[in-house]
């Protein structure tokens, strides 16, 4: 055993970590945008407003992880789009204040970096950051052996965006008889992973399986696919309506996300039979999760809820499909008087075949 002190021998590779920040620099210069100019290397990123085009701006501020989902991807060996999961459950809160994304940081911490890995997690990011148009501007890449195992890493995201301060959506103008419209997830998204792989583990479902819910996929790629991010989407339709209210259906499901959206004394009606989840909202369910917890854990195939007016729900929905959303008119505002403010009729029809 040498008696050499060094970085490396304790288990740290600065040329690694130095590797992967020349592999990941043209990644991040392809999300640039106005206001800023996507460099990396530097202590600090600036991002100039008044280049953007805002008058009087608002800022928002975002921060998120993906979640145990983080798992399947280790287990697979499957890397390219947990990074699109980071970018998503950042931009995708933004938005719904009226925000649109500027910039992304993110925070990748791992027991021994793999440069290989480590890149294509950056290569789901762009891509993310991407979709949704706000510029990757920097980061920051930890080793710490010791903390995790090799193999484990974690992922955090910040992102920050801006809006007119006479646009900022508050829910406060929501009303009983506003039109709740629904915009179809992707999949899980990335929040109930927890007792995905507990039923899982408990049923004997390998990942490399086929999976019964995507034919011609595996178990673990598919239950990777990645968030769907409504951005762009939602600007549209922004611009095409008054939106009065949004909601993005992570950890909590419907039950929890949309009362925070609503003022207080009114709640909604949704009904099961108006959309169409995506399939693997009924595997989950056929392994035993019971109606009122699909409700409260997962999205139940409606990743983001939009409330309009009864008068602008057909533009609202033309917009949203105009823009690659399939959406549908989901339910409606009305007056609640107890605690339970999100009424589910039928719910387990929107993922019957």
Same mark, same amino acid.
């Given at each position: 055993m040498s008696n050499e002190r060094t970085y490396r021998h304790a288990g740290v590779d600065i040329d690694a970590g130095n590797a992967l920040v020349e592999a990941i620099k043209p990644l991040a210069k392809a999300t640039a945008r106005r206001g800023a100019d996507a460099s990396l290397g530097g202590f600090g990123a600036l991002f100039d407003?008044?280049?953007?085009?805002? /008058?009087?701006?608002?800022l928002v501020a975002t921060t998120d992880g993906v979640g145990t989902k983080l798992k399947l991807a280790i287990d697979t060996n499957y890397h390219e789009t947990v990074g699109i999961d980071l970018v998503a459950m950042c931009v995708n809160d933004l938005v719904v204040q009226g925000a649109e994304p500027l910039l992304f940081l993110d925070y990748y911490a791992t027991g021994k970096l793999d440069v290989a890995a480590g890149r294509a997690i950056v290569a789901g990011i762009a891509e993310g950051c991407r979709q949704a148009g706000c510029a990757l501007i920097g980061g920051e890449t930890a080793e710490m052996p010791g903390l995790y195992s090799d193999g484990d890493y974690d992922l955090a995201g910040f992102s920050v965006g801006a809006v007119e301060r006479s646009k900022v959506i508050t829910g406060r103008e929501v009303a009983a008889g506003d039109v709740v419209l629904g915009l179809q997830s992707s999949g899980v998204h990335s929040n109930g992973f927890s007792l995905v792989r507990r039923i899982l583990a408990e049923d004997g479902v390998a990942l490399d399986a086929d999976a019964p819910f995507a034919p011609g996929t595996s178990v673990g790629k598919a239950l990777l696919t990645p968030t769907r991010i409504y951005?762009?989407?939602?600007?549209?339709?922004?611009?095409?309506? /008054?939106?009065?209210?949004?909601?993005?259906?992570?950890?909590?499901?419907?039950?929890?996300?949309?009362?925070?959206?609503?003022?207080?004394?009114?709640?909604?009606?949704?009904?099961?039979?108006?959309?169409?989840?995506?399939?693997v909202m009924g595997w989950l369910f056929s392994r035993g999760v019971a109606v009122a917890e699909m409700a409260r854990v997962f999205n139940c195939g409606l990743g983001m809820v939009?409330?309009?007016a009864e008068t602008d729900a057909e533009a609202a929905l033309a917009a949203l499909t105009a823009a690659g959303e399939t959406a549908f008119r989901v339910g409606r505002v009305e007056a609640a008087t107890g605690a339970e403010r999100v009424h589910v009729q039928s719910l387990e029809a929107a993922w019957r075949a």
């Open positions: 407003l008044k280049a953007a085009g805002f /008058t009087d701006p608002l951005v762009k989407s939602l600007l549209a339709a922004m611009q095409a309506v /008054t939106v009065k209210a949004m909601a993005h259906i992570t950890g909590g499901g419907l039950t929890e996300n949309i009362p925070r959206v609503l003022p207080d004394g009114l709640g909604v009606s949704l009904d099961g039979n108006a959309w169409k989840s995506p399939a939009v409330v309009v």
